[in-house]
């Protein structure tokens, strides 16, 4: 091989050679355009290193230098702290209470304002707005509305009955012994001849629960005992079902008047002895919504209507 073909070689494999590291830079994936791809593909955005910057405060509290993990520990804790839950409207000896709209932590806004802050920002909690289910035109139409199950399905339907109670004894015991009751039947939907019974659904008020000692009625006298209070969220079911004109098949009267309700208007439960029962003598679903409004217990049934 002569000298110009060794030369002729050598610029061959030059060639060669600068296009595989060209061609090696252009395959390196631009950082930009792979977290456009990882969008778009949905996997999770490596944004777990970024930490927030210095003096950086949100609701008053310093977190400059939290990673995004320590933001989210964070923002679960002030959640119970700074949301609001919505109070549907009720009405109360003929008065009429507005609904109030209520408000949980929007934690991907507020995220993403954490992290975009500059030194020594001062960040809020952005919000997410919760509607009532039930509003004050709801209550004087009685007309069909739209309203969201437990499932977080649409649905539609009209209030058939409501009924509210005032919490003349307010005490932390009795009040928390009414807040479980209430929740174990809210939401609960009863199917077309469907017969619903109290003490079935409640079960036998026990610590393990959560229920508390409060004042109940035996032989006519007051006593302390574990799940007192929740006769009124019975008491207050029995008078929205006969709102609603439900078939009642068992219900039972206190051995003594009460002070948050007329006489002969109450409706004592007392586990495996005294239940209330009723049965949805209607053609649709119902389904029980109940709320603790400040003082008040409130109690609707709806009647769901399918197409």
Known sequence: MNRNDKKQTSIVILIVLVTLILSFIISIPDKNNLSKSKKELGTDEPFFLKVVRPEVSLEGLNIGGLNVNQINQLLHKLSPKKSIEPQNAFIFRDKIFDSKLGRSIDTKKTMQNILSAKTEDKISCSYTTIAPTISKEMLKSKGIFYFTKIDKSKSKGRILGHYTTYLANNSLNRRNNIRIALEDINYYELKPK??????????????????????????????????????????????????????????????????????????????????????????????????????YVAIYILEEIRD
């Open 194 to 295: 469907e017969e619903f019974s109290f003490n079935q659904i409640i079960g036998l008020p026990s610590q393990e629960k959560g229920y508390k000692k409060a004042p109940i009625i035996d032989s006519g006298k007051f006593i302390p005992k574990v799940g007192g209070g929740i006769c009124q969220v019975s008491t207050t079911l029995y008078n929205a079902t006969l709102e609603a004109k439900l078939k009642i098949t068992e219900r039972h009267r206190h051995s003594k008047v009460l002070s948050y309700i007329k006489a002969g208007q109450d409706a004592t439960v007392v586990p495996q002895q005294k239940d209330f029962k009723f049965v949805n003598n209607t053609e649709n679903p119902l389904i029980i919504l109940t709320d603790i409004i400040d003082r």
